[in-house]
């Protein structure tokens, strides 16, 4: 059974920064690519960031783009997402989600790692 | 990265058909094969049911069916059943291996 299981979230004051981590488990981790997707509470779906499987290829929401950065460790099953200088407007849910194998979209995602920026 | 464009609300009564729009630009929809829709009920992850358009992961019933034209993608929901209901949202591969998701709608059982 595929099993993405996110943490390091938490409440931090503006201009902080947080790791996000996601433990993969239950598929041929380095097969896929991984993608965090976030979710401010009440709001819709905005997609953060990816990272292809051997790490040669990363993308960022142009949004978020100098402030954060996706990792992987293959051999730890694992994906990360370094946020600095967070803002208030970046409270919300963060996904871990895989990638359908050679394309795009997420078929399977964690239950979230909730990020709270606050004053 | 503009977001895609989705209405914000849907509905249909059970047994009827709904479909929800998404419009991207030639950038994005109108560029790439690379929709996908997504269904979240309240409280829970996100759960993936079209990818590349038209195409459904195993488990997913056909009454979900994808289409596109143009720079516009569409989700239909046939034989609306009431465990349907939920905020669907759709995503668009656009280049430089970014992904941009839609605004989301919320479909309604009537």
């Not at chain 1, 009440?42 to 997609?47: F, I, R, S, T, Y």
């Not at chain 1, 996904?95 to 979209?105: L, T």
């Not at chain 2, 419009?23 to 049911?49: F, I, M």
Request: hydrophobic letters at 30%; charged letters at 15%; aromatic letters at 10%.
């Amino acid at each position: 059974e595929v099993q993405l299981v996110e943490s390091g979230g938490g409440v931090v004051r503006p201009g902080a920064s947080l790791r996000l981590s996601c433990a993969a488990s239950g598929f041929n981790f380095d097969d896929y690519d991984m993608y965090w997707v976030r979710q401010p509470p009440g709001k819709g779906l905005e997609w953060v960031a990816g990272i292809n499987w051997n790490s040669y290829r990363t993308g960022y929401a142009d949004s978020l783009r100098g402030r954060i950065t996706i990792s992987r460790d293959n051999a730890k099953n694992s994906v990360f997402l370094q946020m600095d200088n967070l803002r208030l407007e970046d409270t919300a849910l963060y996904y871990c989600a895989r990638g359908v194998r050679h394309s795009h979209g997420n078929d399977h995602w964690g239950q979230g790692t909730l990020v709270t920026v606050s004053s | 990265q503009s977001a895609l464009t989705q209405p914000p609300s849907a509905s249909g009564s059970p047994g009827q058909s709904v479909t929800i729009s998404c419009t991207g630009t030639s950038g994005d929809v109108g560029r790439y094969n690379y929709v996908a829709w997504y269904q979240q009920v309240a409280g829970k992850a996100p759960k993936l049911l079209i990818y590349e358009v038209t195409k459904r992961p195993s488990g997913v019933p056909d009454r979900f069916s994808g289409s596109k034209s143009v720079n516009t993608a569409s989700l239909t929901v046939s034989g609306l059943q009431a465990e349907d209901e939920g905020d669907y949202y759709c995503s668009s591969y656009a280049g430089s291996d970014t992904l941009v998701f839609g605004g989301g709608t919320k479909l309604t059982i009537l």
